[in-house]
């Protein structure tokens, strides 16, 4: 029998997904890096959702990391990680949310180096 803390009333449970900002700053030519390589590598490997501005783009590139339904049952919020301009943070970010994500894989030591608090948000990433 399915736990039903980690169902959700219109489907089953949601895996751990990713966000990617791309508009004015993040994937433009301000910021260095391949940033179709990087949407087209989190895609082969993870859900993804491209973003309007989150408005930070002082952290562009933004990946927000969204809990799976067993992370939010496990009390875990969306992750925001910034500055994400090299394959290997990328690469870094796939492990992770392969792994779990939020409130099931704690998240590597490298990653926390990229993780920043959103200024309060009248919508949600
Ligand atoms: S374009 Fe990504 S935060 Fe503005």
């Not at 590598?41 to 491209?50: Q, Y």
């Not at 799976?68 to 090299?86: C, E, I, K, M, Q």
């Not at 870094?92 to 990229?114: C, F, M, N, Q, S």
């Amino acid at each position: 029998m399915p736990d039903r803390r980690t169902k959700r009333t219109t489907g089953g449970p949601v895996p751990c997904r990713v966000v990617v900002c791309r508009d004015c700053c993040c994937g433009s030519p301000k910021v260095t890096g391949d940033h179709a390589a990087q949407t087209a590598r989190l895609r082969a490997e993870v859900p993804v959702r491209v973003s309007d501005c989150l408005d930070v783009c002082e952290q562009a590139n933004v990946i927000v990391v969204q809990p799976s339904t067993a992370g939010r049952a496990a009390g875990a919020r969306p992750v925001w990680l910034g500055l994400v301009n090299d394959a290997d943070a990328t690469e870094d970010i796939v492990g992770w949310v392969r792994a779990g994500g939020p409130g099931v894989a704690p998240l590597p030591d490298v990653l926390d180096l990229y993780a920043f608090t959103p200024p309060r948000r009248r919508g949600g990433a």
